[in-house]
């Protein structure tokens, strides 16, 4: 977790908000759409030499944290 936290970014004047690698105009879902759409790590660091593979890793921790919620257990 502290490794998003130092990672990931959310500043109203960067992306319009949306959360971001480092403070860098990387939006975490243009990691996970790079990817979604078949790229590796490494061909994703080549096009963003800027980006660390921590980034990548922070990225994909974001939005597992962000997909999870609580089970309610409903009494039948």
Do not use: F, W
């Not at 990387?26 to 963003?48: Q, S």
């Not at 030499?49 to 039948?76: G, K, M, N, R, S």
């Amino acid at each position: 977790m502290s490794e998003v936290t130092n990672r990931i970014t959310i500043d109203p004047d960067i992306c319009g908000g949306r959360p971001c690698v480092r403070g860098l105009r990387v939006r975490v879902k243009d990691i996970l759409d790079m990817l979604a759409g078949g790229a590796t790590r490494t061909e994703i660091l080549v096009d963003y030499p800027y980006l660390e593979d921590e980034d990548i890793t922070a990225a994909l921790d974001y939005a597992a944290l962000l997909t999870d919620h609580a089970v309610i257990a409903v009494a039948q």
